[in-house]
């Protein structure tokens, strides 16, 4: 029976990925900083990348879905003996290393560094490693992005975009980033490399959330208007703390194309992610808080 240790297990992408070790016959140890329940073959330590009690002197795979950096950090210090890791980063690494918000231009920049610090313990241990960056992620309503869109939209009936919002995107579904990261496992050829994971469709930011707000029950209407009325409204919302994730370089970016390959993935792993056809529930939070939709 393999074994895996997972740190940010709980997140909206480890969970299918615990889901998709179990349903694969793994015994799983998990970190996480909450209590989580313990399953059959699933144990949760408490901690986090700084510090956790109990972890196992070795392991088959380990698997990051958590801060990438803090990763890294706890990657250089333990002595814990894994032949592979597979960790998840972002495509902010390129798409955010040019932006004109400092903030941003760190984040790239950490990310960067992180997964070079990867890469190097890896390759000094042996061991194989393989770096994960999805685009936007949904589809387990718990992204900060479209289902962020939706309960706003979902109050009001409508959501605002200015014109020209119309940059490329390429959502992809928590569920197939879980079967990328099982079916990456396996294949020699991802040893040493990055990949981005987009999703199956590449269309407009505005029809991405076109689309997303056509799927709620009741659906919500996109209003567009022009940028520099929308940009007003955006700096009343800040005035009064709505809206603070909307920085000037996020709506700069939805004007810009952020389009990644598919095919390296897919020709090293068979990675082939679904088309967007969101719906209602892929935007709705379960009682529990744990809503996960395939
Ligand atoms: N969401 C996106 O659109 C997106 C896009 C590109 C890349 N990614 C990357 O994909 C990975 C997973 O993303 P996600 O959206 O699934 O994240 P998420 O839902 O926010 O979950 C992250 C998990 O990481 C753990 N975590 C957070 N801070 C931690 C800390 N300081 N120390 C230890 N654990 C910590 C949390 O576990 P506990 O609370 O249980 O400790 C949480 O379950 C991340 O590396 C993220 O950067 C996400």
Same mark, same amino acid.
Request: charge should be positive; proline fraction near 6%.
């Given at each position: 029976?393999?074994?895996?240790?997972?740190?940010?297990?709980?997140?909206?992408?480890?969970?299918?990925?615990?889901?998709?070790?179990?349903?694969?016959?793994?015994?799983?140890?998990?970190?996480?900083?909450?209590?989580?329940?313990?399953?059959?073959?699933?144990?949760?330590?408490?901690?986090?990348?700084?510090?956790?009690?109990?972890?196992?002197?070795?392991?088959?795979?380990?698997?990051?879905?958590?801060?990438?950096?803090?990763?890294?950090?706890?990657?250089?210090?333990?002595?814990?003996?894994?032949?592979?890791?597979?960790?998840?980063?972002?495509?902010?690494?390129?798409?955010?290393?040019?932006?004109?918000?400092?903030?941003?231009?760190?984040?790239?920049?950490?990310?960067?560094?992180?997964?070079?610090?990867?890469?190097?313990?890896?390759?000094?241990?042996?061991?194989?490693?393989?770096?994960?960056? *999805?685009? %936007?992620?949904?589809?387990?309503?718990?992204?900060?992005?479209?289902?962020?869109?939706?309960?706003?939209?979902?109050?009001?009936?409508?959501?605002?975009?200015?014109?020209?919002?119309?940059? %490329?995107?390429?959502?992809?579904?928590?569920?197939? %980033?879980?079967?990328?990261?099982?079916?990456?496992?396996?294949?020699?050829?991802?040893?040493?490399?990055?990949?981005?994971?987009?999703?199956?469709?590449?269309?407009?930011?505005?029809?991405?959330?076109?689309?997303?707000?056509?799927?709620?029950?009741?659906?919500?209407?996109?209003?567009?208007?022009?940028?520099?009325?929308?940009?007003?409204?955006?700096?009343?919302?800040?005035?009064?703390?709505?809206?603070?994730?909307?920085?000037?370089?996020?709506?700069?970016?939805?004007?810009?194309?952020?389009?990644?390959?598919?095919?390296?993935?897919?020709?090293?792993?068979?990675?082939? *992610?679904?088309?967007?056809?969101?719906?209602?529930?892929?935007?709705?939070?379960? *009682?529990?808080?744990?809503?996960?939709?395939?």
């Amino acid at each position: 029976m393999r074994s895996a240790l997972v740190f940010g297990g709980s997140g909206q992408i480890g969970v299918p990925v615990i889901e998709r070790l179990l349903a694969d016959g793994w015994r799983v140890v998990a970190v996480s900083r909450t209590p989580q329940a313990d399953r059959e073959r699933l144990t949760w330590l408490r901690g986090d990348l700084q510090q956790a009690q109990g972890l196992p002197g070795r392991v088959d795979a380990i698997f990051s879905l958590g801060p990438l950096d803090h990763f890294s950090h706890w990657y250089e210090r333990t002595a814990m003996v894994a032949p592979r890791v597979i960790a998840f980063g972002s495509t902010s690494v390129e798409t955010k290393q040019d932006s004109a918000d400092a903030h941003e231009r760190d984040i790239a920049d950490r990310l960067r560094a992180a997964e070079s610090r990867i890469f190097a313990i890896a390759r000094e241990r042996q061991a194989k490693a393989t770096l994960l960056r *999805p685009t %936007l992620v949904y589809g387990a309503a718990r992204d900060r992005s479209l289902t962020e869109i939706a309960r706003m939209a979902r109050r009001v009936g409508f959501f605002v975009l200015p014109r020209g919002a119309d940059g %490329l995107r390429q959502p992809v579904h928590v569920q197939d %980033l879980a079967d990328a990261t099982l079916a990456v496992m396996d294949a020699d050829a991802a040893s040493g490399r990055s990949y981005a994971l987009p999703g199956g469709e590449t269309l407009a930011y505005a029809q991405m959330v076109e689309r997303t707000l056509a799927s709620l029950q009741p659906p919500a209407r996109l209003i567009r208007m022009p940028a520099p009325m929308f940009k007003a409204a955006v700096a009343i919302a800040h005035m009064f703390g709505k809206m603070q994730g909307l920085g000037d370089a996020a709506v700069v970016r939805m004007h810009e194309d952020l389009v990644f390959d598919v095919e390296p993935a897919h020709v090293d792993f068979g990675y082939a *992610p679904r088309a967007f056809n969101p719906t209602d529930a892929m935007f709705s939070l379960s *009682p529990k808080g744990t809503s996960f939709v395939a």
